[in-house]
């Protein structure tokens, strides 16, 4: 498909160049201790042009100057989606691969959660995808908000 490299940016984005590529969205419906399904959306920008997207955005044609046959796009995204199916049932060893990945790791960042605004350096992740930023008054794990880094 592409050669691009992406890195993740909490809670569910990629990112090429400091510019967003695609967002994941993940919908769950847990019964007791299990979950019962998990609907997972992916929204990829491929052949979109600088004027198509929106601010702070990439696309793969923009990273790539070339247009991308979507088909195969699509099945080099389900391909990958069977191949590390297995692995969600080792959410550290997902969330290790996460941390190696990551855009932000051991950055300084802002995260605005609606309520505060937190100030700090990424410093880690959870198994259940709890970001951890040290700041000033100690760790404070993060579970929601909007990641930018601090520069």
């Keep these: 498909m ?3 490299q992406p890195e993740v940016k909490w809670p569910n984005d990629l990112v090429v160049h400091s510019k967003k590529l695609a967002g994941i969205l993940i919908e769950t419906k847990i019964s007791g ?25 990439t696309s793969i044609l923009m990273d790539t100057c070339r247009k991308i046959d979507l ?13 590390h199916y297995k692995r969600l049932w080792d959410p550290r060893s997902i969330m290790s691969e996460w941390w190696n990945h990551c855009f932000h ?15 700090g350096k990424c410093i880690g992740v959870n198994s259940d995808g709890t970001l951890n930023v040290e700041t000033d008054n100690g760790i404070v794990p993060v579970t929601n908000g909007t990641l930018r880094l601090d520069t």
């Design 2 to 4: 592409s050669s691009l």
């Design 33 to 57: 201790s299990k979950i019962g399904y998990a609907i997972v959306g992916v929204g990829l920008n491929v052949n979109l042009s600088t004027k198509e997207l929106p601010v702070g955005a």
């Design 71 to 83: 088909e195969e796009t699509l099945g080099s995204v389900l391909s990958a989606f069977a191949k």
């Design 105 to 119: 790791r051991m950055k300084a960042v802002r995260i605005n959660t609606g309520n505060r605004l937190i100030k």
